[in-house]
């Protein structure tokens, strides 16, 4: 079991239902490789959708005994998750 240790992947400015795809597909063959940390300094906008699909992402690492962690989370991240009640989720798991 490999456990990468690569630079952050920079979540998109917009997190929205445009993005999804893209960030999804690069997350499933990262989190089956090792841990993955996701820069969300730059994130403006996110929406609940995409939320999901990163909680869903912690789930899938979990599986395969790799970690999800959200590095440098902006304040509009951090706001939309606490706000969805889903602060706990993504703030444990906040890297520096």
Known sequence: MS???????????????????????????????????????????VYTNSLIMLLSARADAAHHGHSLSI????????DAARQLGLGEHFMNSVGS
């Not at 999804?24 to 989190?31: E, N």
């Not at 089956?32 to 969300?40: I, N, Q, S, T, Y």
């Not at 590095?71 to 951090?78: L, R």
């Open 3 to 45: 456990r990468s240790k690569s630079a952050p992947f920079a979540l998109p400015a917009s997190f929205d239902l445009d993005a999804i795809d893209d960030v999804r597909d690069w997350l499933v063959p990262a989190i089956e490789a090792g841990d993955v940390a996701l820069d969300a300094g730059a994130v403006d906008r």
């Open 71 to 78: 590095v440098n989370p902006s304040p509009a991240f951090a």
